[in-house]
């Protein structure tokens, strides 16, 4: 899990500075005045300057515990068995997403996806996660993201989270995602740069 979080917090960082008119939400250091970033997730300030919907929703359930989504989301970077482990405690976490700021909304099934992690994405699409058009990419799955791109072809440039392009995620598929990529690049031909993470995906297995 050291990789994910070095980039994310590399990713808030470099959204704090992008987004300097929101950096009076945090404190400043006494000595330098630059802002310090909180220890925890902030929320953004926010208010209405429209007419609020007139559909009123009932809040008859209790949301998912906030730590539980997000430890869901970083285990399903690299840990198949810790993935398992809380689908079968909490079965709704399956698509639960995170906001890492500005956002960066992500879902273990994105995160083992730009990790090319086909183990725990196979598990994830097996209990009911939303598949899209990054997994599909990584995944190998030509004729969907061909069919994709036919129907909306601004999508080549889509990023998913942390900006990862659809090239990067055929990249980290692989072998079995080399189609893929070699159709990405007649659709756009981009420099292709070594991927961090290809040589980090294991072989699924059947277990």
Same mark, same amino acid.
């Given at each position: 899990? /050291?990789?994910? =979080?070095?980039?994310?917090?590399?990713?808030?960082?470099?959204?704090? =500075?992008?987004?300097? %008119?929101? /950096? &009076?939400?945090? *404190?400043?250091?006494?000595?330098?005045?630059?802002?310090?970033?909180?220890?925890?997730?902030?929320?953004? !300030?926010?208010?209405?300057?429209?007419?609020?919907?007139?559909?009123?929703? *009932?809040?008859?359930?209790?949301?998912?515990?906030?730590?539980?989504?997000?430890?869901?989301?970083?285990?399903? @970077?690299?840990?198949?068995?810790?993935?398992?482990?809380?689908?079968?405690?909490?079965?709704?976490?399956? %698509?639960?997403?995170?906001?890492?700021?500005?956002?960066?909304?992500?879902?273990? $099934?994105?995160?083992? *996806? &730009?990790?090319?992690?086909?183990?725990?994405?196979?598990? $994830?699409?097996?209990?009911?996660?939303?598949?899209?058009?990054?997994?599909?990419?990584?995944?190998?799955?030509?004729?969907?993201?061909?069919? =994709?791109?036919?129907?909306?072809? $601004?999508? =080549?440039?889509?990023?998913?989270? &942390?900006?990862?392009?659809? @090239?990067? @995620?055929?990249?980290?598929?692989?072998?079995?995602?080399?189609?893929? $990529?070699?159709?990405?690049?007649?659709?756009?031909?981009?420099?292709?740069?070594? %991927?961090?993470?290809?040589?980090?995906?294991?072989? !699924?297995?059947?277990?």
């Amino acid at each position: 899990m /050291t990789t994910p =979080i070095i980039r994310r917090s590399f990713t808030t960082l470099s959204a704090s =500075i992008v987004l300097g %008119n929101v /950096t &009076h939400l945090y *404190s400043q250091d006494a000595k330098t005045n630059a802002p310090v970033l909180p220890a925890g997730p902030t929320e953004g !300030p926010f208010e209405r300057n429209y007419a609020g919907p007139s559909f009123k929703p *009932s809040w008859k359930k209790l949301q998912i515990n906030r730590q539980l989504a997000q430890d869901f989301v970083l285990f399903g @970077h690299s840990d198949l068995p810790m993935v398992k482990q809380l689908v079968e405690r909490e079965p709704g976490l399956i %698509n639960a997403s995170i906001d890492w700021g500005a956002g960066d909304w992500e879902t273990a $099934l994105g995160g083992a *996806s &730009h990790m090319g992690r086909k183990d725990i994405v196979t598990f $994830l699409l097996a209990k009911g996660a939303r598949m899209d058009l990054f997994c599909a990419a990584m995944m190998g799955q030509l004729e969907a993201v061909r069919s =994709i791109l036919t129907l909306q072809p $601004l999508l =080549i440039d889509a990023r998913g989270p &942390h900006g990862f392009s659809l @090239h990067f @995620h055929a990249q980290v598929g692989g072998k079995e995602a080399e189609k893929v $990529l070699d159709y990405l690049q007649t659709v756009k031909k981009v420099e292709l740069k070594p %991927n961090p993470f290809l040589k980090k995906s294991p072989t !699924p297995s059947n277990k």
